[in-house]
């Protein structure tokens, strides 16, 4: 199978029971946050929006059930997520071809906005954490994405306005690229000074060996 080209809707870094800490640290990044969703799987976030994808911090609800699928992940960044406009032809196309998708999934969170609240609604297609060699990976579509994309959440006071690069650390990351051949193409996937790099829209994943990230990162 061959999806079009992959673009980065967001990433999620899991912050579990720790949402009011991670909301802290990441303003005093100077990061305009969005006030506290709650998601109908139990789960709350925040987002930094910017241009065209963004970062949500992706935590336990107070005194909601604990997301089991969150809650197997240290915190850290566990999710890379792509744009489709159509949930259902990424799974039918990812089980036709055999990778180990699952159900498409649909939810909503309650946006208040001028007075008024309304649902913002997802369909997220995703892969079995289980069977791929990295966290979580899925698809998303946005079916209300006025209520998502706002102007006024889009100005951060240290000027950050799109995601340029996510760094992955992993043992084997040919065997990590895998998945991403098989749904973008071979050519998708370039093999660049023992990392292995992927364009996104105007974001650059890479997939790096451990002792390459320490090295640039420390």
């Known amino acids: ?14 912050v579990r029971d720790r949402i009011d800490e991670a909301m802290r640290c990441f303003a005093s990044l100077g990061f305009l946050l969005t006030p506290r969703g709650h998601h109908t799987l139990g789960s709350a976030n925040h987002l930094a929006m910017f ?9 336990f609800a107070e005194n909601g059930p604990i997301r089991s699928e969150i809650a197997r992940f240290p915190v850290g960044l566990n999710g890379l997520v792509f744009k489709t406009d159509d949930a259902g032809a990424v799974y039918r196309q990812a089980e ?6 699952l159900p498409v999934q649909s939810f909503s969170r309650p ?3 001028e007075g008024r609240t309304s649902d913002a609604k997802f369909r997220t297609t995703r892969f079995d954490p289980d069977k791929i060699a990295m966290g979580r990976v899925y ?4 079916q209300t994405p006025d209520l998502v994309w706002r102007p006024e959440w889009q100005r951060h006071p240290n000027g950050a306005c799109a995601i340029a690069r996510v760094v992955v650390a992993t043992a084997d990351p040919q065997r990590t690229a895998a998945l991403f051949r098989d749904l973008f193409g ?5 093999g660049r000074d023992g990392r292995q790099v992927m364009a996104a829209g105007t974001a650059q994943i890479e ?6 990230v320490a090295a640039e990162f420390g």
């Open 111 to 113: 946006v208040a906005l």
């Open 139 to 142: 698809f998303c579509e946005h």
């Open 96 to 101: 036709a071809a055999g990778l180990p998708v």
């Open 207 to 212: 997939l790096v060996p451990p002792d390459i």
């Open 51 to 59: 241009a065209t994808d963004y970062l949500e911090l992706l935590g």
């Open 1 to 14: 199978m061959t999806l079009p080209p992959p673009i980065l809707d967001h990433v999620v870094v899991d």
């Open 186 to 190: 071979h050519g998708a996937v370039a």
